[in-house]
């Protein structure tokens, strides 16, 4: 099955600063990359994914980078704000009817400094 | 997108009871999952529900344990049955929206088990 690991565990920025959290998976067949935000006492919530046909995805601050030949995407936060701190979770999984199976990695506690 | 609200949003149980966690969306969702997330870790699926069928387990979880009910296309339960303090997690009811392969997540419930 797949494996999916996430780095680095724990993350911690100055307001403004960026951040950027990696991810590798090991199933080439994988072709689904959710990254979800998790604030304390809340589900997770999906910001942003990116799919095998593209290499990078950006949406406002936030963006996601794919590499399939080495396996592993990545997120990268721009202008880090106090409301950015969060668990972060990557994931990786198949479009269709599987989404919903993605395998999580074990997350990054993100903390932005005012 | 999917609004996902899930009852009851925290208890706490005596060791070797039951316990039934509703999970209610707001518009007709074919695919219904449950996760159990212990305190600091990632996700891990229990079991995927579909409307009409038998829910479908994951390695290490099984259906006396975990029974599932998903009546229509907007509810579902989960039941932990015979509770010990390893029960003791958040679970989270998530659903996948069809035709955007988008997976949206309710708000958990958080269990403790004495």
């Known amino acids: 099955g797949e494996n999916v690991e996430q780095h680095p565990s724990t993350l911690s920025v100055q307001e403004g600063d960026s951040a950027v959290i990696k991810c590798t998976y090991s199933?080439?067949?994988?072709?689904?990359f959710p990254w979800y935000k998790q604030e304390l006492g809340k589900g997770p919530q999906l910001i942003i994914d990116i799919r095998s046909n593209v290499g990078e995805k950006k949406d406002q601050r936030i963006a996601v980078t794919l590499n399939k030949t080495a396996k592993h995407f990545s997120l990268h936060i721009t202008e880090t704000q106090p409301e950015d701190s969060a668990v972060y979770f990557c994931a990786a999984g198949l479009l269709g009817i599987h989404a919903g199976k993605s395998t999580f990695g074990d997350g990054t506690t993100l903390t932005v400094k005012p | 997108s999917a609004v996902i609200s899930q009852k009851p949003s925290r208890d706490i149980c005596q060791r070797g009871t039951s316990l039934t966690i509703q999970c209610q969306v707001d518009s007709q969702v074919t695919m219904m999952f449950w996760y159990r997330q212990q305190p600091g870790q990632s996700l891990t699926l229990i079991a995927t529900?579909?409307?009409?069928?038998?829910?479908?387990?994951e390695s290490g979880f099984v259906i006396d344990k975990f029974p599932i009910s998903r009546p229509n296309l907007t509810f579902s339960t989960l039941t932990v049955s015979n509770m010990s303090p390893e029960d003791s997690s958040i679970y989270l009811c998530?659903?996948?929206?069809?035709?955007?392969?988008?997976?949206?997540f309710g708000p958990g419930t958080r269990l403790t088990v004495t």
């Open positions: 199933d080439s067949a994988s072709n689904y």
């Open positions: 998530s659903v996948e929206v069809g035709g955007v392969y988008e997976q949206y």
């Open positions: 529900a579909n409307q009409g069928s038998e829910a479908t387990y």
